[in-house]
């Protein structure tokens, strides 16, 4: 098992940035495929941005973030980042990231069997 503790959320003027993290238990960090995923009040949770187990070599991006968003891991660390750049008010969201057992960074929800509480963003001037 995992266990999965994001940080890093706040408030930020569009335009602005913000650097996420998700820290994970466990020695096994590296057979994991990590994404990140969204949910607004009233929405569905989306997906965001995902990266291949071990090496992280894979990296898929949702379309709305391409380019502004840069998602990264360390496996020493046990930390899965995503460097969030050029913010817009409609990227307000919870933000959570999820974990799949030697995952090829899937785009689909289902495919994550372990998430973490979740951490605001906001973007509001």
């Known amino acids: 098992q995992v266990q999965l503790v994001e940080s890093g959320g706040g408030l930020v003027q569009p335009g602005g940035s913000l650097r996420l993290s998700c820290q994970a238990s466990?020695?096994?960090?590296?057979?994991?495929?990590m994404a990140w995923f969204r949910q607004a009040p009233g929405k569905e949770r989306e997906f965001v941005a995902s990266?291949?187990?071990?090496?992280?070599?894979?990296?898929y991006y949702a379309t709305s973030v391409k380019g502004r968003f840069t998602i990264s891991r360390d496996n020493a660390k046990n930390t899965v980042n995503l460097q969030m750049n050029s913010l817009k008010p409609e990227d307000s969201a919870v933000y959570y990231c999820?974990?799949?057992?030697?995952?090829?960074?899937?785009?689909?929800?289902?495919?994550?069997?372990?998430w973490g509480q979740g951490t605001q963003v906001t973007v509001s001037s």
């Open positions: 990266i291949s187990w071990s090496t992280g070599n894979i990296k």
């Open positions: 466990g020695r096994t960090f590296g057979d994991y495929g």
């Open positions: 999820g974990a799949d057992r030697y995952g090829p960074g899937s785009t689909n929800l289902n495919a994550y069997e372990y």
